[in-house]
C-alpha cells in the first residue's frame, strides 16, 4: 500500500485460511472436493474460531491491531461480517497445498480480491534460493503479477515465505532442529533478498521463527533494506504454545517486527477437541479466545517492557 510505514505498525493475526491440511487432518477429507454437506461443516468450524477471535476482542485485545486471515472457500460468511465490523481481514490468493505457487483463481484472482474488499492479499510462498531455480523464477514472475495489481489498486500485500529444507540442506544440517536454528535463517535472508530483486515488495513479510536475536535483527535488515517500510510479522507454524512464545519474546524486541500470525497453535486443540466430543462448542470458542489473547498480550508486554527499558 502507498505511502504507509509499516515498521511503526502493529498486527496480531489470528489465521485460518488453511483448506487442504484442514480438510485432511480435521476431516479425513483428501484427493478429492468436499461434498456440499462437508463444506458447511467446515464453515460452521471456522466460523468458531472467529467466535473466538471476537471473545478475545471484546475480553480486551485492542481491535486496532488484531486481525484475522480466512479464505473465501469456507470463511465467506466471515469475510462479510469481518468487513461490516471494521475488522482487518486477509485473504489468501494461493492454491492450497502446492508446493509451487499459482493463483486460486487464476487470473480472475483480481475479481476476487475486490468482491471482498480484504485489508490485505496474502500468499504463501515455498521459495528456497538454493532450490529449483525454474519454479523458483515462475514464481516470482506470478508474484510480481500480483504485487502490480494490488500497488495498482493501492492494496496491501501480506507475503508468507516458507524456506523448506531440501535433501542436500537437510543431510548437512543432520536434522530438522539444527536446520531451522542454524541454516534456515540465512537462506530466508537469500530468499527475501531474492524475492526483492524480482520486483516483489511486500507491505508486510510473514516469516518463520527464528530463535537467535542476531537472526531475527538480520532479517528485519533484509525486509527493510534500502529504506523500505516494510513490517515483519512471526508465524506460528503449529508449533508448540512454548515454542511459540519463545519466537514472539526474540522478535517483539526487534525494531521492524510488528506482531504475529499464529493459528494451529491457537485453534488446533479445541476444534479436535470439540470434533472428538471432548468439550462442547462453547468451551472450543473460549479454548481460542482464551489462547489467542495470551499470545497478545505476551507481545504486548514483551513491547512494553522494550520500552520501558
Known sequence: MLD???TKRQLLILPFDHRGSFMKKLFGISGRLPMEEETSEISRYKMIIYEGFKQ???KGVP???AGILVDEQFGSAILR?????????AIPCE????DEF??????????????FDPSFAKVLVRLNPEDDAGMNQRQL???KQLGDYLKSKNRAYLFELLVPANEAQLKQASDQTTYDRDVRPKLMVQAIAQIQKAGVEPDIWKLEGVEKGEDAKGLARQVQ????????????RGESKEKVQEWLKVGAKIPGIIGFAVGRTIFWDALKGLKEGKHDKAAAVQAIANNYYDFVQLWMSEKQNLLDR
Open 4 to 6: 504507509v510505514d509499516w
Open 141 to 143: 514472475a506470478r508474484l
Open 81 to 89: 461480517d469481518a468487513k461490516q465490523n471494521g475488522i482487518t481481514f
Open 63 to 65: 481491535k486496532e491491531i
Open 56 to 58: 478475545a476482542v471484546e
Open 102 to 115: 499459482d493463483f486460486e483463481y487464476g487470473e480472475q484472482f483480481g475479481e476476487h480480491i475486490e468482491k
Open 225 to 236: 533494506a534500502a529504506g523500505r517500510k516494510a513490517g515483519m510479522i512471526t508465524l506460528g
Open 95 to 98: 492454491k492450497s497445498g502446492q
